[in-house]
C-alpha cells in the first residue's frame, strides 16, 4: 500500500516540478521520504533544490543518501561530487568520483572533473594524465560545443606546459653529463629524452626486401663507423667541378628518378613519375657500372671503386648525383633493404633544402657527407629557387660483419640462380 502512495506522490511532485510549483513539489517529496527515507528521485530533487539555496551540506547529504541506495546510478555520485565540490570537501569530490571511474573507466564527464580537481589541488602528474584521458576519448568528437572546445583547449596547453617543464627539468640535469659524452652517446641520451616526452617519434625499419634481424635501427649512422667519408669529402671540389661538366651537357644519361610501369594506379609517386624533378645521373645502377656515364666523371668513378661500398651483385651499389628541382619534394618513403646504409655527399646546396630521416631533420651543407639508414622513413625537400645536387652511395651497413656481407651476397645469388632456372 505505502509503495503505490510512494508512486503517487512521486507522480505528483513530477507534475508540480513541471509546473513551476517547487514549493508544493518539495512538499510531495518530503512527504514521500516520510514513507521510504532513501527514495532517490526524492534525495536528488531536494538535494538539487538545497544547492539552488547554497546550503551545499544539505545537499550533500541528500545526494549521498541517493547513492547509497542505488550506488550503479552515476548520476547520484556526479551529484554528490558536486556538493563536494561546493563544500570544498576535496576527498569527498575525489571518491565520488572515483565511483563514477569504477563503474566506468572511461566516463568522460568523471574524467574532466577529476582533471580539474587535481589541478586545483596542484597534482600535476594525476592532472596531466586525466586530461590526456579527456583528450583521448574526445578524439571521436568531430564537432564539439564552444565551451567543451575550450575545455579541450585548456588540457592541451596544460599538458604542453607541463611537458615544457619536465624538459627543462631533465634538460637541466642532463647538462652536465651530456658535455661529458661522446657523440654517441649524447645523440642517444637527447633522443631518448625527446621520445619520451613526447617531442617526437623513434621510427622503425621498414623494409621492402631483405631485413636483417637485430642490426641498430639509427637514423644517421655514427660518423666514426665510416671512417673512408674524410677521404670522400676530400674529394669535394673534384666531384664538383666534373658535376658542373655533366650539367653542362646532360645528355641522356640524365633520367627520372622515378619511372613506373604503365598502368600503375596513383600514388605518392605518380607527381615525379618520368618527371626531373627528381632525376639521376648514373654511374652505378643496381650493381651494375655505366662506362660512359663513368667517363665523364673519372675522378668521381676511381674514387668510388676506391671506397669499400656495398656491393651486391645484381642489385648494389648504386652510385648517382641525384638532383632535386627548385620547390620539388620527394615524399616520405623506405628502402628496400638495411643490409646497406646511403652516403650522401652535398655539392650544390640553396638555402632552404631539408631531409628528413625518422625524426631527425638535417640541412645538406656542401662537402659534409653523411649515411643514413633508408629503411627508416625519409623524405626531402627544396624550398628554395634553385636545384640541389648530392651524390649518393650505396655502402654496407656498418654492423654487418665480414662473414655476414658474404652470406647476404650468397643469399641472393642462390635466389637469382633458383629463379633463373624456373623460367
Known amino acids: 500500500m505505502s509503495a503505490d502512495i510512494i508512486q503517487r506522490r512521486l507522480a505528483e511532485a513530477e507534475q508540480a516540478r513541471r509546473s513551476g510549483s517547487d514549493e508544493q513539489a518539495r512538499e510531495h517529496f518530503e512527504a514521500v521520504l516520510t514513507l521510504d527515507p532513501d527514495e532517490p528521485t526524492a534525495r536528488n530533487f531536494l538535494g538539487a533544490d538545497a544547492m539552488r539555496r547554497g546550503d551545499h551540506r544539505c545537499a550533500a547529504s541528500h545526494f549521498e543518501r541517493a547513492a547509497r541506495r542505488e550506488p550503479e546510478e552515476p548520476a547520484h555520485w556526479v551529484n554528490l561530487a558536486t556538493a563536494q565540490r561546493a563544500l570544498g570537501d576535496s576527498d569527498g569530490e575525489r571518491s565520488a568520483l572515483g565511483k563514477i571511474l569504477d563503474l566506468d573507466r572511461r566516463d568522460l564527464l ?4 577529476l582533471a580539474e580537481l587535481h589541478e586545483r589541488l596542484g597534482e600535476e602528474a594525476e592532472a596531466e594524465d586525466r586530461w590526456k584521458a579527456v583528450l583521448a576519448l574526445s578524439k571521436g568528437i568531430d564537432q564539439p560545443s564552444p565551451e567543451f572546445a575550450q575545455l579541450l583547449g585548456h588540457a592541451r596547453t596544460y599538458i604542453q606546459n607541463r611537458r615544457a617543464k ?19 652517446e649524447r645523440r642517444r641520451m637527447e633522443v631518448a629524452a625527446d621520445a619520451w616526452l613526447g617531442r617526437r617519434e623513434i621510427f622503425a625499419n621498414q623494409c621492402e626486401g631483405l631485413h636483417y634481424p637485430f642490426l641498430p635501427a639509427d637514423e644517421f649512422f655514427d660518423r666514426e663507423l665510416f671512417p673512408w667519408l674524410e677521404q670522400l669529402e676530400a ?4 666531384i664538383k667541378a666534373e658535376l658542373t661538366e655533366v650539367l653542362a651537357d646532360p645528355g641522356p644519361e640524365l633520367t627520372p628518378y622515378i619511372a613506373l610501369p604503365s598502368g600503375v594506379p596513383e600514388s605518392k609517386w605518380s607527381r615525379l613519375d618520368n618527371s626531373l624533378a627528381w632525376g639521376a645521373f648514373h654511374l652505378w645502377k643496381e650493381g651494375k657500372r655505366f662506362d660512359d656515364a663513368c667517363a665523364r666523371a673519372p675522378q ?8 669499400p661500398i656495398c656491393q651486391i651483385e645484381g642489385r648494389a651499389p648504386n652510385v648517382f648525383f641525384s638532383f632535386l628541382k627548385a620547390g620539388a619534394h620527394i615524399p616520405a618513403h623506405t628502402g ?19 631531409f628528413r630521416v625518422g625524426g631527425e631533420f638535417r640541412q645538406w651543407r656542401l662537402g659534409e657527407a653523411f649515411a643514413f639508414d633508408d629503411t627508416i622513413e625519409h623524405e626531402a625537400w627544396n624550398r628554395s629557387s634553385e636545384d640541389r645536387a648530392v651524390l649518393i652511395i650505396d655502402a654496407w651497413n656498418p654492423y654487418l660483419s665480414e662473414n655476414e656481407r658474404t652470406m647476404v651476397c650468397r643469399l641472393y645469388e642462390t635466389a637469382d640462380r633458383q629463379r633463373a632456372q624456373l623460367r
Open 110 to 113: 568523471a574524467l574532466i572533473r
Open 166 to 184: 619536465l624538459s627543462e627539468a631533465v634538460k637541466e640535469a642532463l647538462a652536465d653529463d651530456l658535455r661529458n659524452a661522446a657523440t654517441r
Open 235 to 238: 674529394a669535394t671540389e673534384a
Open 300 to 307: 668521381t668513378a676511381a674514387l668510388v671503386e676506391s671506397l
Open 336 to 354: 628496400v633493404t638495411n643490409v646497406r646504409s646511403v652516403v650522401h655527399l652535398p655539392l650544390v646546396v640553396p638555402n632552404d633544402c631539408e
